[in-house]
T-cell receptor
Framework: KQEVTQIPAALSVPEGENLVLNCSFT??????LQWFRQDPGKGLTSLLL?????REQTSGRLNASLDKSSGRSTLYIAASQPGDSATYLC??????????FGAGTRLTVKP | EAGVAQSPRYKIIEKRQSVAFWCNPI?????LYWYQQILGQGPKLLIQ????????DSQLPKDRFSAERLKGVDSTLKIQPAKLEDSAVYLC????????????FGQGTRLTVV
């Protein structure tokens, strides 16, 4: 059974800092891993999708890496801004588009 | 391009009542998901459809929850009768259904059972 863990559960940083969010999964046989952002009271917005054959994906100030063999992914946010405050969730697709989510990291970026 | 539409946005019901949620996925998306997200937790998959067939409903409490996807487009999720522990946000998502394609989520329906 696939277990997805995100550490830390919450993170508070001052504006401008670079930060790393972590995601680990127990079964390395995945098809892809997706990072989402969730604002309070809202649905999920897809940020980056990394296929199992890829090592990283970049979009603007975001960079996500994937190490399948160790069951880990990181989301790097450069030059954080107050608008980045949200909950960040990772989800692994173990095949057949079946996504399993972690509990998320709640990020607060203080002005 | 229109996103995933869900209704209602909010619902408050008493325990033992029934409730239904509706989802309209992005046009052309073959895969549709219903997730339950309890406060402070990540979404938990309830049921996954591929067109109008069920791919995975292993975590759906079938004694009280049911879902259907008529004609492979819109979907409804029903709870009957509701329990207090069903209070959560119910999220609908859709994807093209091919490997390595992104999933797009609706705004969710926040259910409060009192």
């Amino acid at each position: 059974k696939q277990e997805v863990t995100q550490i830390p559960a919450a993170l508070s940083v001052p504006e401008g800092e670079n930060l790393v969010l972590n995601c680990s999964f127990t079964d390395s046989a995945i098809y892809n891993l997706q990072w989402f952002r969730q604002d309070p009271g809202k649905g999920l917005t897809s940020l980056l999708l990394i296929q199992s054959s890829q090592r990283e994906q970049t979009s603007g100030r975001l960079n996500a890496s994937l190490d399948k063999s160790s069951g880990r992914s990181t989301l790097y946010i450069a030059a954080s801004q107050p608008g980045d405050s949200a909950t960040y969730l990772c989800a692994v697709d173990k095949g057949n588009n079946d996504m399993r989510f972690g509990a998320g990291t709640r990020l607060t970026v203080k002005p | 391009e229109a996103g995933v539409a869900q209704s209602p946005r909010y619902k408050i019901i008493e325990k033992r009542q029934s409730v239904a949620f509706w989802c309209n996925p992005i046009s052309g998306h073959a895969t549709l998901y219903w997730y339950q997200q309890i406060l402070g937790q990540g979404p938990k998959l309830l049921i996954q459809f591929q067109n109008n067939g069920v791919v995975d409903d292993s975590q759906l409490p079938k004694d009280r929850f049911s879902a259907e996807r008529l004609k492979g487009v819109d979907s409804t999720l029903k709870i009957q009768p509701a329990k207090l522990e069903d209070s959560a946000v119910y999220l609908c998502a859709s994807s093209l259904g091919q490997q390595n394609t992104e999933a797009f989520f609706g705004q969710g329906t926040r259910l409060t059972v009192v």
